[in-house]
């Protein structure tokens, strides 16, 4: 069995590197103000794979922060994948040109699910959907608004559509420390054959423990933030835990 797969995250704002709660942009913690210096940080502590979100492209609609983007790609040689903004194929092009591994298409996914099919089958393997939901349902537009569309029903639309993987957050844990909703992201992945990815409050080394169950091995991985940055995760632990596991 492979490893559970530990995403460290960055999400960028203003060109830094911080943590909201909630998806709050009001209430954003700068934890680097060099982006690429902590990508590099984290590949030197032995994590396999990078999760980087462009919080102001998700409001905007377009990148918004492809300088520090590039200079994250210029420091590492472990894969990015890359989130918000992401909203046509040009975009999705550029970034794949310059060295993303797998972008991720969020609010475009609800807006125009045309979109991600034709993104999938032309990248294989690199495309990526972002379910982001609050109380079961999709959110939208950097979170701003809650649609009426179920996430799993969501997710139904590209069983057929070759996306590499479904990253699934429930906003009420972001960065509140709370654990996972592993109930809702378990259940999720056992109605979908896309492989799934928790995002979403991991919150310690129990929640680490976690995600070995029986039950979550039918993950492929989650996204660690907040926990990290402050301490609360060791990486050297986590890492050799999910290793042994495997």
């Not at 040689?77 to 040109?97: C, H, N, S, Y």
């Not at 690199?126 to 537009?141: L, N, W």
């Not at 509140?176 to 259940?187: A, F, K, R």
């Amino acid at each position: 069995m492979d490893a559970v797969i530990l995403f460290p995250a960055i999400d960028l704002k203003h060109g830094q590197c911080v943590r909201l709660k909630q998806g709050d942009m009001d209430q954003a913690t700068v934890f680097n103000d060099d982006p690429a210096a902590q990508a590099a940080a984290f590949e030197a502590q032995g994590f396999q794979w990078l999760h980087v979100v462009d919080l102001d492209g998700a409001f905007a609609g377009k990148p918004m922060n492809a300088a520090a983007v590039e200079a994250i790609l210029s420091q590492v040689a472990f894969p990015v994948q890359l989130g918000g903004g992401i909203r046509d194929m040009k975009t999705v092009e550029g970034w794949l040109a310059k060295g993303i591994r797998r972008v991720i298409i969020g609010t475009a996914a609800v807006r125009d699910p045309g979109f991600v099919r034709e993104a999938a089958k032309a990248f294989p393997g690199q495309v990526a959907v972002g379910i982001d939901a609050r109380d079961g349902y999709v959110a939208v537009e950097g979170w701003a608004e809650t649609s009426t569309l179920a996430a799993a029903d969501l997710g139904r639309r590209f069983e057929d559509a070759g996306v590499a993987a479904i990253i699934y957050t429930d906003i009420a844990r972001d960065g509140m420390l709370q654990g996972i909703n592993w109930d809702g992201t378990i259940g999720l992945a056992e109605a979908l054959s896309i492989p799934v990815i928790a995002s979403g409050g991991l919150a310690s080394m129990a929640d680490i423990e976690r995600l070995m169950a029986p039950d979550a091995a039918i993950l492929e991985g989650a996204i660690t933030g907040r926990a990290l940055y402050d301490g609360r995760i060791d990486p050297a632990a986590a890492l050799e835990r999910l290793a042994r596991a495997a």
